[in-house]
Structures are given as structure tokens and as C-alpha cells.
């Protein structure tokens, strides 16, 4: 398991976080993007490009930490059949069910 400072950021997490992600850093990628259409030049958009990464490792350090058990399924089956999704409902759904629910 990770660090408090560190966690898992392979693809088959990012994957199987991928709604997670989505979802709960929405605003700070739309204002990502933004930027990025406004200006061509990498550095002007550098704190938005922050702001992703700490969003984004903020949910992967949320999923290890709430539902371990059924995140560490879920990556290990997606891992195992080569990220195929359809492969992998059941640990997915176990994911989903343990992510949705109040602590």
C-alpha cells in the first residue's frame, strides 16, 4: 500500500478510478482545458496543471484508502486480463458499491 505521500498512479488505477476522476475533478479539468485553448504556451497554464494532478491523486488516495480491498480487486483483475473492462463487472461493481457508500 502507499504513503500518505504517495499512491499508485499505474495505468490499471487510473483506469479502474477513471469515473471517479472524472466526475469528482470536473471543474478543475474543464478549467484546465481552458487555459490550454487560450494559450499555447505550456508554462501559462502550470497551476490548473497542479491543481489536475493533486485532484487526481486525491481521488487514487481516497479509493486505497475507503475501499482498498475492492480497488485492489478491481486493478488486479483489470491487470490480469490485459485492462479488458467486460473482464472485470463484478470487481468494478464491488468498487463502485464501496465508493458510493457513507463512512
Known amino acids: 500500500m502507499a504513503s500518505n505521500n504517495s499512491c499508485d498512479t499505474s495505468y490499471v488505477s487510473l483506469l479502474a478510478a477513471a469515473p471517479f476522476i472524472g466526475s469528482d475533478c470536473l471543474d478543475i479539468n474543464k478549467s484546465f482545458i481552458e487555459c490550454k485553448q487560450k494559450d499555447e504556451n505550456p508554462a501559462a497554464c502550470l497551476s490548473q496543471g497542479e491543481k489536475v494532478t493533486a485532484c487526481t491523486l486525491k481521488v487514487l488516495r481516497v479509493a486505497e484508502q475507503k475501499c482498498s480491498d475492492s480497488f485492489s480487486a478491481y486493478k488486479a483483475c483489470l491487470h490480469k486480463n490485459h485492462k479488458t473492462l467486460d ?13 458510493a457508500s457513507e463512512e
Open 87 to 99: 473482464a472485470c463487472r463484478k470487481e468494478q461493481a464491488a468498487f463502485e458499491k464501496c465508493w
